[in-house]
């Protein structure tokens, strides 16, 4: 594509000026071309998303203990949480993939704001690294004095290396793209201008759900079942090229 500015050619104007004193007044105008030459480009998008099973569950339980007065909810509480630990211990889990994630101690009113007793709650993750465990985990930290079950999260360990992949899939898929598109267009592809990671994203499909739910003709188990569904990591490049 080429486009002309006119900027400068040169042109004498002689003017004949009659009838005046002092004969004839030459003036002189001067105008230059010059020719300016922009780049042919193609602008493609690249997405591609890998679909993953999850191998690590995020587990979010807690203990809420109710009392009279501040210190027997704190230790009513304190029994609970210690026992619960001691059954995550029992599977396995280690320390460091447990972590209190929120601890609160509040006043209880009745409908006159007086106050009637104390309650305190104890929140605490658990990271499952087994993650067929998951369900087990669940069990066990009830069945030692959990009393809320605050939702089960899935992940995947190496999901950077897996976003990277993703990515060069993506930058692959925009040069296929744009190659078509300048085969069209009677161009070939000379070179990559420039590349913008647009997005970043993980969906995740996730189920929770009891043996009893899954409709099988056996009886059905007193265990948790956990599911993690799939999980998918897209990733998004813009990539401009030069073409010629």
Known sequence: MEKWIILVLAVALVLSLTGCAGGTTPAETTVHLQQEKTEDTI????????????????????????????????????????????????????????????INLWNRYDSNSNIIGYRMSTDLTIYVREIEKAGEVVDAAIAAGSNELNGVEYLVSNQDELYNQALTEAIDLAWKKAEALAAAAGKTLVEVKQVDETSRAVATVREYATNADTGSDSAPSKSTTIRPGSTTISAEVQVIFRAE
């Not at 509480?77 to 211990?89: D, E, M, P, Q, R």
Request: aromatic share 0%.
């Open 43 to 102: 602008t493609v998008t690249g997405r591609m998303g890998l679909e993953v099973t999850p191998d690590v569950a995020r587990v979010s339980i807690g203990v809420s203990t109710q009392a009279s007065t501040p210190g027997t909810a704190r230790e009513q509480n304190s029994v609970a949480v210690n026992a619960t630990l001691a059954a995550l211990a029992e599977l396995g889990i280690e320390e460091k993939d447990i972590q209190t994630s929120n």
